[in-house]
C-alpha cells in the first residue's frame, strides 16, 4: 500500500511548489517517514531518507538535515546527502548541515556533501578544501573519487598524479574508475597525453576504450599519440578499435598519417560497426580525397549496406568532387540491392555528370608542387615550429582553411601552413591562390606578406586563368614594383594580353602607376601584341612619355 501511494504521490508532489501546504493524504505519509527516522533499524531509518526527498517541504529538508549531520549510519548520512541533492534549490535552508557534513567521518558523505553544496551555488572555496584532502586518503577508491569531484572544477593538472597511480593499480575496478575521470574531461592538459598512451595498452579492455576516447579532446593537438592509436586499430575489442577510430577521425587533416591502417580497418576489420565508422574518418583525415578515393571505392564492395551508405556519403562530401568515382559507381548500381544504397549510387552519378559538364575543377598550368621546399628561403620555418603553430591554433591542413586564412589575411597561418607542406599552387574555384591574393591586394602588410610567402614557396607568376591573365598581369595594376621585381625573379612572363585585349603593360597605364610602367619598359617588355587604344589608356603625361620612346603610335 505504501508504494502505491507513494507513486500516486511522486507525480504530484514534483509539480507543487516548495512549502506549499499539504493535502491530508501527503500528510500522512510524510509524518510516517518522519517517524521512521527515529526508528532503530538501519534499514528503515535509510528508506524513510530515500523518500523524503520527494516532499519538497520545509519538514522534509530539516528531517534530512538532521539525519545528514546526527545518524550513526553511514549509508543513511549518505543518502541523506544525495536526496538534498535531489531537491535542488528547495534544500537550500540545509546548508549549514551540509558544510558540517563535509567533515564527516566518512569520505563519501563529504563527497556527497560537496556536490549538493555546489549544486546550491556554495562559495567553491568552502568545499573544495574538503575535497583536496581526500586525494591524500589511504584508500585508492576515495582518491579516484575525489579526483572525479574535482575534474572541471580544479586545473586537471593537480588531480592528474592521483590518477596517473590509480591506472597502475593491480584493481582493474579502480583503473576503470581513473580512465573513466580521463574521459569524461572536456579539456585535458598535454601532461595527461603520456598517461592515457600507456593506458591503451592495459590490460582490461574498458580501460583501454576510455583511453582511447579520452584522446578525442586533444584533437590535433594529440599528434603524439597516433602511433599508439594506430596499435590500437588491431586491439581485440571492437569499443577499442572504434574510440581509436574517433581520436583519429578528431586529428583531422594531421592523422592522415593513419590512413594505411584506416584502409586496413575498412577492409578487413570483423564489426561492421567499427568499418563504418573508419570510413567515416576519411571525411575528416583526408578531406580533399587525395589518398581516401581509392579506400571509398573499396568500401563500395562491402557486405554490410550501412557501410556501403557510409562511403557514399563520404565521397560527396569530397572537395573537389571526386568525377573518377562516377564510372566505378555506375557499375556498382547495377548489382546494388539496398534501396538507399541506390538512391546515394544514383546522386554520385549525377553529380558527376554536373561536375564534367560545368567544368568545375579547374587546371593547374604547372601542376601542384608536392613537398614545402621554398624556392627562396624568406619566409620559411622550421616544419616543426609550423605545425606547432598550426596545432595550437587548431589549423587543419586543408583547401579551405588556406583560403579562409588567405581572405582573412592570417599571414602566420599562411606562412605556416607553406612551410608543413601545404601546396602554393592550390586551386579553387578556376583560380590560384596567388592570383586571389594579388587581385585582392589593398596595401596591407599582411597581404604582402603572403604573397611573398606564396612567391617562396613556388607559386607560379604564369598561371593563366579562363581570360588568359595571370598574377602578374594583375600585380601591374595593384601592386607596387617590389613585389613585380619579386614576381619577375620568379619566372613571370613581362607581355600578358587578356581575351578582352587588355595587357600587361595597358592595366599598369590605366591605373596611373608609373613606377610600373617604367620598370616594366625598363625590364625588356615588349610593345608586340598591344591594343590600338594603348595611347589612350592614360592621360598620365610621363607615362605617354615613356610610351612614346618606346616606340608606341
Known amino acids: 500500500m505504501r508504494i502505491i501511494l507513494l507513486v500516486l504521490f511522486v507525480s504530484f508532489t514534483l ?21 521512521d527516522l527515529k526508528k532503530g533499524d538501519d534499514s528503515e531509518r535509510y528508506e524513510a531518507v530515500e523518500h523524503l526527498r520527494y516532499y519538497r517541504h520545509p519538514e522534509s529538508v530539516a528531517a534530512l538535515a538532521v539525519a545528514l549531520t546526527n545518524d550513526s549510519s553511514v549509508s543513511v548520512r549518505n543518502r541523506a546527502a544525495l536526496s538534498l541533492y535531489e531537491l535542488e534549490e528547495d534544500a537550500r535552508p540545509a546548508i549549514p548541515a551540509l558544510e558540517q557534513a563535509l567533515k564527516d567521518s566518512d569520505s ?14 556554495v562559495d567553491e572555496n568552502t568545499v573544495l578544501p574538503a575535497i583536496r584532502q581526500l586525494l591524500q586518503h589511504p584508500e585508492a577508491r576515495t582518491q579516484v573519487a575525489a579526483a572525479r569531484f574535482l575534474s572541471g572544477n580544479v586545473p586537471f593538472i593537480e588531480i ?77 575489442d571492437s569499443d577499442v578499435r572504434s574510440e581509436a577510430v574517433d581520436a583519429i577521425t578528431s586529428m583531422g587533416t594531421w592523422g592522415k598519417d593513419a590512413l594505411p591502417q584506416v584502409g586496413d580497418v575498412i577492409r578487413k576489420d570483423a564489426d561492421p560497426a567499427v568499418r563504418r565508422n573508419a570510413v567515416d574518418a576519411l571525411e575528416w583525415v583526408d578531406p580533399e580525397g587525395r589518398s581516401s578515393v581509392p579506400l571509398l571505392l573499396e568500401a563500395l564492395k562491402d557486405k554490410d549496406p550501412e557501410v556501403r551508405e557510409k562511403s557514399l556519403e563520404v ?39 554536373q561536375e564534367k559538364s560545368y567544368g568545375v575543377r579547374g587546371k593547374t598550368n604547372t601542376g601542384v608542387i608536392d613537398d614545402a621546399t621554398p624556392k627562396r628561403p624568406g619566409t620559411a620555418m622550421p616544419k616543426e615550429e609550423a605545425i ?70 613556388g607559386a607560379d607568376v604564369n598561371y593563366k586563368d579562363e581570360n588568359e591573365t595571370t598574377p602578374f598581369f594583375h600585380a601591374a595594376e595593384r601592386c607596387d614594383v617590389e613585389i613585380l621585381s619579386a614576381m619577375m625573379k620568379a619566372g613571370a612572363v613581362l607581355e600578358v ?48 612619355a615613356m610610351l612614346r620612346k618606346a616606340g608606341a603610335k
Not at 210 to 234: Q, T
Open 108 to 121: 563519501f558523505v563529504r563527497l556527497n556533501a560537496g556536490a549538493t553544496l555546489l549544486n546550491l551555488d
Open 15 to 35: 509539480q507543487t511548489a516548495f512549502g506549499e501546504e499539504l493535502s491530508k493524504d501527503e500528510r500522512k505519509l510524510l509524518n510516517m517517514y518522519l517517524k
Open 160 to 236: 592528474l598524479p592521483v590518477l596517473d597511480t590509480a591506472l597502475k593499480n593491480p584493481d582493474a575496478e579502480i583503473r576503470v574508475d581513473a580512465s573513466k575521470v580521463f574521459d569524461d574531461a572536456k579539456e585535458l592538459p598535454q601532461e595527461a597525453l603520456p598517461v592515457l598512451v600507456q593506458s591503451l595498452k592495459d590490460p582490461n579492455a574498458e580501460v583501454r576504450k576510455n583511453a582511447a576516447s579520452a584522446l578525442d579532446v586533444y584533437e590535433s593537438r594529440g599528434v603524439a599519440a597516433l602511433p599508439a592509436l594506430i596499435a590500437a586499430l588491431k586491439d581485440p
Open 497 to 544: 594580353r587578356s581575351k578582352g585585349g587588355a595587357t600587361t603593360l595597358t592595366v599598369a597605364a590605366m591605373a596611373n602607376n608609373v613606377e610600373t610602367v617604367r620598370l616594366l619598359l625598363k625590364s625588356g617588355y615588349k610593345l608586340k601584341n598591344e591594343p590600338e587604344w594603348l595611347m589612350n589608356s592614360t592621360k598620365n603625361p610621363e607615362i605617354l
Open 315 to 353: 565521397m560527396a562530401s569530397t572537395r573537389p568532387f571526386p568525377v573518377d568515382a562516377v564510372a566505378p559507381a555506375q557499375a556498382t548500381l547495377a548489382s546494388e540491392t539496398d534501396e538507399d544504397v541506390k538512391r546515394l549510387l544514383q546522386r554520385i552519378i549525377e553529380r558527376g555528370e
Open 388 to 457: 606547432r603553430i598550426l596545432q595550437e591554433k587548431d589549423i587543419q591542413m586543408t583547401t579551405d582553411e588556406f583560403w579562409h586564412s588567405v581572405h582573412e589575411a592570417d599571414a602566420e597561418v599562411v606562412k605556416a601552413m607553406l612551410s608543413a607542406g601545404f601546396p602554393a599552387n592550390t586551386e579553387l574555384q578556376n583560380s590560384s591562390v596567388l592570383m586571389i591574393t594579388v587581385r585582392n591586394y589593398d596595401g596591407d602588410p599582411a597581404r604582402r606578406e603572403i604573397i611573398e610567402a606564396l612567391l617562396d614557396f
